[in-house]
């Protein structure tokens, strides 16, 4: 009891030291990075596994959850030292206010969306599925999509570069004096009117799981990412464009949540034989485009059984490229030894005809 005391009356010391020579933020009112910051934090759990605590500080005051405080999350939480943290529940009311609705902010919405998706682990009438029971690991979390995303701020005067627009944030200040609520705010918002990951990004987070053979075979899946990195889209985005459509742009219906991804089975999929071609004639990519481009298959494999014409035009051009090159081979070929040999005949010729020549 008395270690605790002592233990509390430092931290409390600390966190007023650190008030007196700036600001203290609120996500570090209880000083927990002054242990969490240290790079080499971490034990090995009951379990065997290892678990590492570090946080690393400047990027949390980046993300978006820089404006809470720990235990907002770590609930269970209670005394310093602490007791292992459960695992975190991201669908518990924040202390946060959201500013439509006048009430505390919650991720349960988002939840309710990805239960009803493809992704989620029961079926449409709340039943555990049967491959969710097998392979729970199949089934991505908030965390396993979500797993530090950082503020991508805007500049919108005079085409600067993507960044912080201080024209912009000097308008916001002048209202917003107080603190650094400008600055928070103007990353919220800026940040979340473009993705918060570039595309080549969000093709790495689908591919975590969308590009792993064993997970492909569970589920009788294609080998997606494989395919569409084959195609101009993939190109583009490996080479680092932001305007071509990556997984969510075609994967989810226009204007609903990037969380609610269905199968191409569900008629009201973005991918649905009837919803192809208006997924593709959205504003930012083919506007204009006729129905046909609907006939575009991104996601093609040569598999013999579920692609066999594909498998056969693969075949037949392989074995013509084949041809043609081992033709030009062999002419280049014959061409050297004529000019390295030039005398040189396979037909020898008769004395009489070389005096009637």
């Excluded at 201080?166 to 004096?177: Q, Y």
Aim: proline residues 4%.
């Amino acid at each position: 009891m008395l270690k605790n005391i002592i233990l509390f009356l430092g931290f409390t010391l600390l966190a007023v030291a650190g008030g007196v020579g700036g600001k203290v933020h609120a996500a570090d009112e209880l000083n927990c990075v002054l242990c969490h910051k240290h790079r080499g934090l971490s034990r090995v759990d009951e379990n065997g596994d290892f678990r590492l605590f570090y946080i690393n500080e400047k990027m949390f005051k980046k993300g978006p959850h820089s404006r809470l405080k720990c235990i907002d999350c770590h609930r269970d939480i209670e005394e310093i030292p602490h007791k292992p943290a459960k695992k975190v529940d991201c669908t518990v009311e924040c202390h946060l206010e959201e500013p439509s609705s006048k009430q505390n902010f919650s991720h349960k919405p988002v939840s309710e969306i990805l239960s009803k998706s493809i992704h989620s682990r029961y079926d449409e009438n709340g039943n555990l599925k049967e491959m969710a029971s097998k392979y729970p690991e199949d089934f991505p979390s908030c965390k396993d999509c979500h797993d530090n995303p950082l503020y991508r701020p805007l500049s919108f005067f005079k085409g600067e570069a993507a960044g912080i627009s201080r024209r912009g944030l000097s308008r916001c200040r002048t209202c917003h004096t107080k603190g650094e609520f400008a600055e928070t705010f103007y990353a919220h918002v800026t940040s979340r009117l473009q993705k918060m990951r570039s595309p080549k990004e969000i093709v790495g987070i689908c591919a975590k799981c969308h590009g792993d053979p064993a997970f492909q075979e569970r589920h009788d899946l294609d080998a997606v990412v494989t395919s569409y990195m084959e195609t101009f889209h993939g190109k583009a985005v490996h080479f680092g464009s932001e305007e071509t459509p990556d997984c969510i742009d075609c994967h989810v219906v226009s204007g609903e949540s990037v969380h609610f991804i269905e199968g191409r089975e569900s008629p009201t999929s973005a991918i649905a034989e009837g919803n192809i071609a208006t997924t593709c004639r959205t504003a930012e990519c083919h506007a204009d485009a006729g129905e046909n481009i609907a006939g575009f298959q991104v996601h093609v494999t040569y598999d013999k059984e579920k692609y066999p014409l594909q498998h056969y035009m693969l075949k037949f051009f392989t074995a013509l490229m084949a041809a043609v090159l081992y033709f030009f081979v062999v002419i280049i070929f014959l061409e050297l030894l004529r000019r390295l040999f030039p005398n040189f005949s396979f037909i020898k010729s008769s004395d009489a005809d070389e005096r009637g020549h």
